[in-house]
Protein backbone atom coordinates (compact mmCIF):
# COMPACT_ATOMS: atom_id res chain seq x y z
CA UNK A 1 0.00 0.00 0.00
CA UNK A 2 1.30 3.70 -1.28
CA UNK A 3 0.88 7.48 0.14
CA UNK A 4 -0.21 8.10 -3.31
CA UNK A 5 -2.72 5.01 -3.72
CA UNK A 6 -4.33 6.97 -0.16
CA UNK A 7 -4.20 10.22 -2.00
CA UNK A 8 -6.07 9.30 -4.90
CA UNK A 9 -9.01 7.55 -3.32
CA UNK A 10 -9.31 10.08 -1.43
CA UNK A 11 -9.30 12.53 -4.78
CA UNK A 12 -12.20 9.96 -5.78
CA UNK A 13 -14.14 10.17 -2.82
CA UNK A 14 -14.05 13.67 -3.02
CA UNK A 15 -14.94 14.35 -6.50
CA UNK A 16 -16.65 11.04 -6.88
CA UNK A 17 -15.48 11.19 -10.79
CA UNK A 18 -12.22 9.30 -11.83
CA UNK A 19 -11.39 11.72 -14.72
CA UNK A 20 -11.83 14.91 -11.75
CA UNK A 21 -9.36 12.83 -9.48
CA UNK A 22 -7.27 12.40 -11.74
CA UNK A 23 -7.09 15.98 -12.79
CA UNK A 24 -6.90 16.83 -9.10
CA UNK A 25 -4.25 14.21 -8.45
CA UNK A 26 -2.23 15.45 -11.88
CA UNK A 27 -2.02 11.93 -12.88
CA UNK A 28 -2.96 10.27 -16.18
CA UNK A 29 -6.63 8.69 -15.26
CA UNK A 30 -5.37 5.19 -16.27
CA UNK A 31 -2.80 5.74 -13.84
CA UNK A 32 -4.95 6.81 -11.36
CA UNK A 33 -7.58 3.99 -12.16
CA UNK A 34 -4.72 1.43 -12.31
CA UNK A 35 -3.08 2.52 -9.21
CA UNK A 36 -6.87 2.24 -7.06
CA UNK A 37 -7.69 -1.12 -8.49
CA UNK A 38 -4.16 -2.47 -6.99
CA UNK A 39 -5.05 -1.34 -3.91
CA UNK A 40 -8.46 -2.94 -4.18
CA UNK A 41 -6.87 -6.42 -5.13
CA UNK A 42 -4.29 -5.93 -2.15
CA UNK A 43 -6.96 -4.98 0.74
CA UNK A 44 -9.58 -7.84 -1.13
CA UNK A 45 -12.64 -5.43 -1.31
CA UNK A 46 -14.07 -2.93 -3.51
CA UNK A 47 -13.60 0.65 -2.32
CA UNK A 48 -15.83 1.94 -4.83
CA UNK A 49 -19.14 1.16 -7.10
CA UNK A 50 -18.37 2.16 -10.80
CA UNK A 51 -21.19 2.91 -13.66
CA UNK A 52 -20.80 4.42 -16.66
CA UNK A 53 -21.91 7.67 -15.02
CA UNK A 54 -21.99 7.18 -10.96
CA UNK A 55 -19.07 6.59 -8.70
CA UNK A 56 -19.75 5.85 -4.99
CA UNK A 57 -17.84 4.71 -2.10
CA UNK A 58 -19.10 0.92 -0.80
CA UNK A 59 -19.15 0.45 2.55
CA UNK A 60 -15.60 -1.17 2.54
CA UNK A 61 -14.65 2.08 0.78
CA UNK A 62 -16.47 4.31 3.45
CA UNK A 63 -14.88 2.04 6.56
CA UNK A 64 -11.17 2.79 4.81
CA UNK A 65 -11.01 5.92 3.97
CA UNK A 66 -11.43 6.95 7.92
CA UNK A 67 -8.10 5.11 8.18
CA UNK A 68 -6.84 6.96 5.03
CA UNK A 69 -7.40 10.05 6.12
CA UNK A 70 -5.54 10.03 9.60
CA UNK A 71 -2.57 8.57 7.00
CA UNK A 72 -2.51 11.30 4.86
CA UNK A 73 -2.67 13.76 7.50
CA UNK A 74 0.03 11.92 9.32
CA UNK A 75 2.25 12.13 6.98
CA UNK A 76 1.70 15.28 6.09
CA UNK A 77 2.27 16.79 9.20
CA UNK A 78 5.35 14.45 9.56
CA UNK A 79 7.01 16.43 6.27
CA UNK A 80 5.61 19.98 7.62
CA UNK A 81 7.41 19.09 11.13
CA UNK A 82 10.53 17.78 9.46
CA UNK A 83 10.74 21.30 6.99
CA UNK A 84 9.82 23.77 10.53
CA UNK A 85 12.93 21.76 12.23
CA UNK A 86 15.32 23.60 9.49
CA UNK A 87 13.20 26.68 9.43
CA UNK A 88 10.90 25.97 7.22
CA UNK A 89 6.95 26.45 7.00
CA UNK A 90 5.28 24.40 4.75
CA UNK A 91 1.89 22.11 4.31
CA UNK A 92 -1.78 23.43 4.32
CA UNK A 93 -3.77 25.83 6.50
CA UNK A 94 -7.86 25.55 6.80
CA UNK A 95 -9.43 28.32 8.51
CA UNK A 96 -12.63 28.75 9.54
CA UNK A 97 -14.20 32.04 9.36
CA UNK A 98 -17.44 33.36 10.69
CA UNK A 99 -19.72 35.79 8.14
CA UNK A 100 -19.19 39.01 10.83
CA UNK A 101 -15.66 38.20 11.51
CA UNK A 102 -14.46 41.84 12.11
CA UNK A 103 -11.45 42.05 14.61
CA UNK A 104 -9.01 40.99 12.16
CA UNK A 105 -8.63 41.93 8.69
CA UNK A 106 -8.69 38.47 7.42
CA UNK A 107 -7.58 39.79 3.36
CA UNK A 108 -4.57 41.58 5.42
CA UNK A 109 -3.77 38.76 7.89
CA UNK A 110 -3.53 36.57 4.62
CA UNK A 111 -1.38 39.21 2.45
CA UNK A 112 1.08 39.25 5.16
CA UNK A 113 1.29 35.25 6.01
CA UNK A 114 1.59 34.44 2.46
CA UNK A 115 4.82 36.40 2.26
CA UNK A 116 5.96 34.94 5.37
CA UNK A 117 5.13 31.26 4.72
CA UNK A 118 5.03 31.36 0.31
CA UNK A 119 5.34 27.39 0.56
CA UNK A 120 1.88 26.97 2.53
CA UNK A 121 -1.33 25.86 0.94
CA UNK A 122 -4.47 27.50 2.55
CA UNK A 123 -8.26 27.09 1.81
CA UNK A 124 -10.92 28.85 3.30
CA UNK A 125 -14.09 27.72 5.02
CA UNK A 126 -17.19 29.35 6.31
CA UNK A 127 -20.19 28.43 8.95
CA UNK A 128 -21.26 28.90 12.11
CA UNK A 129 -19.19 29.13 15.47
CA UNK A 130 -20.38 25.98 16.88
CA UNK A 131 -19.83 23.94 14.13
CA UNK A 132 -16.51 25.19 13.60
CA UNK A 133 -15.67 24.41 17.15
CA UNK A 134 -16.32 21.16 16.80
CA UNK A 135 -14.03 20.62 13.66
CA UNK A 136 -11.23 22.84 15.38
CA UNK A 137 -11.11 20.42 18.07
CA UNK A 138 -11.73 16.90 15.37
CA UNK A 139 -8.81 18.59 13.48
CA UNK A 140 -10.83 18.85 10.36
CA UNK A 141 -9.98 22.79 10.81
CA UNK A 142 -6.30 24.07 11.83
CA UNK A 143 -7.73 27.36 13.14
CA UNK A 144 -11.41 29.56 13.26
CA UNK A 145 -12.64 32.82 14.03
CA UNK A 146 -15.69 32.44 16.09
CA UNK A 147 -17.65 34.64 17.38
CA UNK A 148 -20.26 33.90 21.06
CA UNK A 149 -22.49 36.21 23.06
CA UNK A 150 -20.52 37.38 26.12
CA UNK A 151 -20.38 34.67 29.00
CA UNK A 152 -19.76 31.54 26.46
CA UNK A 153 -16.65 30.45 25.42
CA UNK A 154 -15.69 27.61 23.17
CA UNK A 155 -14.85 24.29 24.49
CA UNK A 156 -12.75 21.63 23.57
CA UNK A 157 -9.97 24.08 21.71
CA UNK A 158 -7.68 26.54 22.69
CA UNK A 159 -8.95 30.13 22.47
CA UNK A 160 -7.07 33.83 22.60
CA UNK A 161 -9.89 36.25 22.59
CA UNK A 162 -10.20 39.47 19.60
CA UNK A 163 -12.16 41.65 20.79
CA UNK A 164 -15.55 42.42 22.99
CA UNK A 165 -18.43 44.63 21.14
CA UNK A 166 -21.66 45.46 21.86
CA UNK A 167 -23.90 45.01 18.68
CA UNK A 168 -25.85 47.86 17.08
CA UNK A 169 -29.44 48.28 15.05
CA UNK A 170 -29.43 48.62 11.23
CA UNK A 171 -32.47 49.75 10.04
CA UNK A 172 -33.77 51.17 6.06
CA UNK A 173 -33.39 54.71 5.44
CA UNK A 174 -37.34 55.13 5.57
CA UNK A 175 -37.99 53.24 8.71
CA UNK A 176 -39.46 55.17 11.62
CA UNK A 177 -36.07 54.67 13.88
CA UNK A 178 -33.69 55.95 11.33
CA UNK A 179 -33.78 59.75 12.62
CA UNK A 180 -32.60 58.39 15.91
CA UNK A 181 -29.08 57.44 17.23
CA UNK A 182 -30.00 54.87 20.16
CA UNK A 183 -32.75 52.30 20.36
CA UNK A 184 -33.85 50.06 23.19
CA UNK A 185 -34.57 46.30 22.26
CA UNK A 186 -38.19 46.88 22.78
CA UNK A 187 -38.66 49.50 20.05
CA UNK A 188 -36.71 47.25 17.68
CA UNK A 189 -38.79 44.44 18.89
CA UNK A 190 -41.79 46.42 16.98
CA UNK A 191 -40.72 45.45 13.67
CA UNK A 192 -39.58 42.38 11.95
CA UNK A 193 -36.09 41.41 11.93
CA UNK A 194 -33.07 39.53 10.02
CA UNK A 195 -31.31 37.19 12.09
CA UNK A 196 -28.87 34.10 11.79
CA UNK A 197 -30.54 30.57 11.85
CA UNK A 198 -31.91 29.15 15.08
CA UNK A 199 -29.64 27.09 16.82
CA UNK A 200 -26.41 29.13 15.89
CA UNK A 201 -24.39 31.41 18.60
CA UNK A 202 -24.77 34.32 15.76
CA UNK A 203 -28.62 33.98 16.50
CA UNK A 204 -28.11 32.89 20.31
CA UNK A 205 -26.38 36.24 20.81
CA UNK A 206 -29.74 38.62 19.80
CA UNK A 207 -32.39 35.74 21.40
CA UNK A 208 -30.23 35.43 24.84
CA UNK A 209 -30.77 39.34 24.81
CA UNK A 210 -34.67 39.33 24.13
CA UNK A 211 -35.33 36.49 26.63
CA UNK A 212 -33.48 38.84 29.30
CA UNK A 213 -35.34 41.49 28.62
CA UNK A 214 -38.60 39.39 28.49
CA UNK A 215 -39.05 40.40 25.56
CA UNK A 216 -40.81 38.68 21.87
CA UNK A 217 -39.86 39.71 18.92
CA UNK A 218 -40.70 38.38 14.74
CA UNK A 219 -37.45 36.81 12.89
CA UNK A 220 -39.11 37.12 9.94
CA UNK A 221 -35.69 36.04 7.47
CA UNK A 222 -33.15 33.46 8.69
CA UNK A 223 -29.25 33.63 6.77
CA UNK A 224 -26.03 32.96 7.11
CA UNK A 225 -24.92 36.03 4.82
CA UNK A 226 -24.42 39.32 6.75
CA UNK A 227 -24.08 40.97 3.41
CA UNK A 228 -27.26 39.33 2.52
CA UNK A 229 -28.86 40.29 5.55
CA UNK A 230 -28.17 44.28 4.97
CA UNK A 231 -29.67 44.21 1.51
CA UNK A 232 -33.21 42.59 3.16
CA UNK A 233 -32.84 45.91 5.58
CA UNK A 234 -32.07 48.34 3.61
CA UNK A 235 -34.90 47.40 1.26
CA UNK A 236 -37.07 47.99 4.39
CA UNK A 237 -38.27 44.45 4.95
CA UNK A 238 -36.64 44.00 8.30
CA UNK A 239 -34.58 45.60 10.91
CA UNK A 240 -31.00 43.15 12.09
CA UNK A 241 -28.19 43.83 14.90
CA UNK A 242 -24.60 43.26 13.70
CA UNK A 243 -21.20 43.87 14.52
CA UNK A 244 -20.89 47.93 14.57
CA UNK A 245 -17.83 46.79 11.76
CA UNK A 246 -19.93 45.26 9.35
CA UNK A 247 -23.15 47.45 10.07
CA UNK A 248 -20.95 50.80 9.53
CA UNK A 249 -19.40 49.49 6.11
CA UNK A 250 -22.66 49.28 4.44
CA UNK A 251 -24.11 52.81 3.48
CA UNK A 252 -27.58 51.65 2.22
CA UNK A 253 -28.42 51.39 6.46
CA UNK A 254 -28.92 53.63 9.42
CA UNK A 255 -27.13 52.81 12.15
CA UNK A 256 -28.22 52.85 15.83
CA UNK A 257 -26.62 51.95 19.45
CA UNK A 258 -28.67 49.96 21.33
CA UNK A 259 -29.31 50.81 24.44
CA UNK A 260 -29.62 47.34 26.01
CA UNK A 261 -28.14 45.32 23.06
CA UNK A 262 -26.18 42.27 23.57
CA UNK A 263 -22.43 41.94 23.57
CA UNK A 264 -20.51 39.33 22.13
CA UNK A 265 -17.03 38.10 21.96
CA UNK A 266 -14.73 36.90 18.84
CA UNK A 267 -11.53 34.41 19.39
CA UNK A 268 -9.20 32.82 17.78
CA UNK A 269 -9.02 28.87 18.33
CA UNK A 270 -7.05 26.55 17.38
CA UNK A 271 -6.66 22.82 18.72
CA UNK A 272 -4.83 21.44 21.70
CA UNK A 273 -3.32 18.89 20.32
CA UNK A 274 -0.13 19.07 18.88
CA UNK A 275 -1.10 22.29 16.08
CA UNK A 276 0.89 21.93 13.06
CA UNK A 277 4.19 24.75 12.31
CA UNK A 278 2.01 25.89 9.81
CA UNK A 279 -0.86 26.83 12.31
CA UNK A 280 1.61 27.98 14.80
CA UNK A 281 2.97 30.45 12.02
CA UNK A 282 -0.80 31.93 11.57
CA UNK A 283 -1.50 32.68 14.95
CA UNK A 284 1.84 34.61 15.57
CA UNK A 285 0.89 36.71 12.40
CA UNK A 286 -1.94 37.80 13.90
CA UNK A 287 -2.12 41.29 15.10
Request: charge should be neutral; hydrophobic fraction near 45%; charged fraction near 20%.
Amino acid sequence: MELRQLRYTLAVAETRNFTRAARQCFVAQSALSHQIGSLERELGVQLFARTSRRVELTPAGEAFLVRARQCIEAADLAAAEAAAAVGQVRGRLRIGIIPTVSAVDIPAVLQRYRELYPQVSVSLHVAASDAMSADVAAGNLDVAFLGLPAGREPQGVDTRELAREKLVAVVSPTHPLADQSKVTLRRLAESPFADFPVGSQGRAQSDLAFEAAELEREVAYELMSAELMLRIVSRGLAVAMLPPPIAHAHREVHVLSVVDGPQRVEYVAWSRFNPAPATRAFLDALP
